[in-house]
């Protein structure tokens, strides 16, 4: 136990370096943790790792899948359900067709269930890859929220793909109609059971007396439940988690009422998220020399041949599928033909995107030992090296070269966006006047009578009236702009000093150090509303 528990540790603490090394030379840390993987797990006497692909679609998949739902914008995502859909269901469908007859053609032994096995596991992207490549460049909303919305759903239509191939090579026998109408079931009620479960948290949440610590809790409870919930009656448990956070987060301003409890969620969310994407994308990694083990008759140039054939395929198959589907809709239909003109450039970066990553690789290890029979499942050892290569290669190279593309094109938003200060002025404007109206109507007798209400209708009015000539300066000349620069430098500057000497009094010790945490965590807020 304690050999084990040394070695996650150690596992983690490793991970936090390579992090930390990623960010200090500028490479998108899951490209960089993938490469310190596969060289560490080559030095001798590094204890050899064996992935449990259980454990990576219980432990870390849900949590992900409820991540990426939660900051997903149900209004964007339904604005974008075209492309989003060609993407996530006819590119994956697409996608395991063409590798599933190419493997037959140049894999020797190869059946069509096989290729259709190989094709579900490799035909989804992966999220996180992609958009930790594109943090901190400027992105157009549009195709952010494409790519979120796309590896929101494909993971589910994979697996589903992935599961009926399984079923085929198990048993035999495969029928495209029964199939079909299995899909549509699987997904569908992978849907309800999300719904259901969602409405079911809802209520917890809203009406029990819970606190921001188990509200917290609650929610890292809720992606395992959905997900286990639905698996149990052999649903698509991707379906339920994506559904279920898509709902408790467009009703999260009615579930979590308090600021305590939001920042104490997103504490323990960002954390969580960091630590599991940190890890799994060591673990890819490391499991090669594991893989490598397991090739059996097949040589290894013989596993990275197929795999940079197939992996050449997959990357052809997006740029030939993401252009007609971005064009001819507009082509033959009124609504598509009168949204902006997404041109070259947003395409390109879209076609770019389709890194694959630890969705993969947990479903081609998840490819049982034996057949039903006893016998050794066929050509597994291939199917899993083969999958680590399109993985690798996707992952480091088109994760190297994305950055370097979007910098060349120099690509900009074609749709017509207001700036985020803009927003964020007008929305605390609203917020503000309905304030006033509120002191003014209902608390008329506290204003002339109560200082402090007094005062805080002042100030009220001082702010609103600094934010209304904000908006008024941002329709302005560039002058105007840098007054505004200006002011939050300043503002700036003065927090910073404000946190020294909230320092300087916890070293005189007449203030109590939970006062002067409240303290720090205003100066935080007053921060966050700039930066």
Known sequence: MHHHLLLILSLLFSAFLLVMLAQRIKIAYPIFLVIAGLGISFIPGIPRLHLDPEIIFLIFLPPLLYEAAWYTSWNDFWKWKRPIALLAFGLVFTTSMVV???????????????????GGIISPPDAVAAATVLKGMKMPKRIMTILEGESLINDASSLIVFRFALMAVLTGTFSLQQATGQFFLVAGMGIVVGLVGAHIMYVVHRFLPT???????FTVMTPYLLFLGAEQFHFSGVMAVVTGGLFISYRSHEIFQTGSTRLNMLGVWTTMIFVMNAVVFILIGLALPDIIEGLGNYSVADGIKYGLII??????????WVYPATFIPRMISKKAAQEPNPGWKGPLVICMAGMR?????????????????????????????????????????????????????????????????????????????????????????????????????QDLERTTGGLELQLAAMQCNETQLHEIERYQEILLHIYSLQRKELFQLRKEKFHSDEEIRKAELQLDLNELKIS
Do not use: C, H
């Open 357 to 457: 990553g630890v969705v993969s690789l947990a479903t081609a290890l998840s490819i049982p030992l034996l057949m039903t029979d006893g016998t050794a499942f066929p050509l597994r050892n291939i199917i899993v090296f083969i999958t680590f290569v399109v993985i690798f290669v996707t992952l480091v190279f088109q994760g190297l070269l994305l950055p370097l593309v979007v910098r060349l094109i120099n690509l900009t938003e074609i749709d017509p966006v207001i700036p985020e200060e803009e927003q964020q002025a007008s929305i605390q404007v609203r917020l503000n006047k309905i304030a006033m109206q509120t002191l003014s109507g209902k608390y008329t007798a506290d204003v002339t009578k109560n200082e402090l209400v007094a005062f805080l209708k």
């Open 311 to 320: 992996t050449g395929i997959i990357i052809g198959i997006r740029f030939i």
């Open 211 to 217: 606190t921001p610590a188990i509200d917290a809790a």
């Open 100 to 118: 599933a007859y190419t493997s037959v053609a140049i894999i020797p032994g190869f059946t069509l269930a096989l290729g259709f096995l190989l």
